[in-house]
């Protein structure tokens, strides 16, 4: 089965700095990948996805990952952040033969003004 | 508009009791999933299912049982089997492709006192 592994569980960042999200996942094939993010109390919002068409993938909201076979990552980055953007944010991979969605355990991402 | 919804928001239980939590999509999707979302621990997979009158176990699926009767919806029941059902109920539907991704209601948060 496929896994999935968010480094830090929260990340603080100051407002127009830098927003750096960690991801790697097992895998022996290039497997599908996504960015999803979180509200309190609501369901999950794509970001983006990777398709294979491209390595760096461009979302919504500014934000964008790059996909690193050689070391199996999917980090998401956001130049600079926005007071909005504090939220929960969730890696996930899907499997080829059948669309099974494995979820990472979250980083929520605190902006500080 | 399309999408998927989720009832109720907010469930409350009496220890012992089953409970049902409620799926509908109108996208048109073949595949659907229930996921159970617990603080630092990410998503975890009950069930899903990829065509009417089909479901597989997922991975935490001890005390849960499912039906899909209908294309477009797939509920959930929470029976008494389940040790710590206390949680947040996250229902989501997808077409079964490769590279699709999954599209989340806004979760039922379930209280069992």
């Known amino acids: 089965a496929q896994s999935v592994t968010q480094l830090g569980s929260h990340v603080s960042v100051s407002e127009g700095a830098l927003v750096l999200l960690r991801c790697n996942y097992s895998s022996s094939v290039p497997p599908y990948l996504f960015w999803y993010v979180q509200y309190p109390n609501q369901g999950l919002q794509l970001l983006l996805k990777y398709t294979s068409a491209a390595t760096l993938v461009k979302g919504i909201n500014g934000f964008e990952a790059e996909f690193k076979k050689s070391e199996t990552s999917f980090h998401l980055t956001k130049p600079s952040a926005h007071m909005s953007d504090a939220a929960e944010y969730f890696c996930?991979?899907?499997?080829?033969?059948?669309?099974?969605?494995?979820f990472g355990s979250g980083t929520k991402l605190n902006v500080k003004p | 508009d399309g999408g998927i919804t989720q009832s109720p928001k907010y469930l409350f239980r009496k220890e012992g009791q089953n409970v049902t939590l409620s799926c509908e999509q109108n996208?048109?999707?073949?595949?659907m999933y229930w996921y159970r979302q617990d603080p630092g621990q990410g998503l975890r997979l009950i069930y899903y299912s990829q065509i009417v009158n089909d479901f597989q176990k997922g991975d935490i699926a001890e005390g849960y049982s499912v039906s899909r009767e209908k294309k477009e919806s797939f509920p959930l029941t929470v029976t008494s089997a389940q040790k710590n059902p206390t949680a947040f109920y996250l229902c989501?539907?997808?077409?079964?492709?490769?590279?699709?991704?999954?599209?989340f209601g806004q979760g039922t948060r379930l209280t069992v006192v």
């Open positions: 996208l048109n999707h073949d595949a």
């Open positions: 996930a991979v899907s499997e080829n033969n059948f669309n099974k969605f494995y």
């Open positions: 989501a539907s997808s077409f079964p492709t490769e590279n699709t991704e999954a599209f």
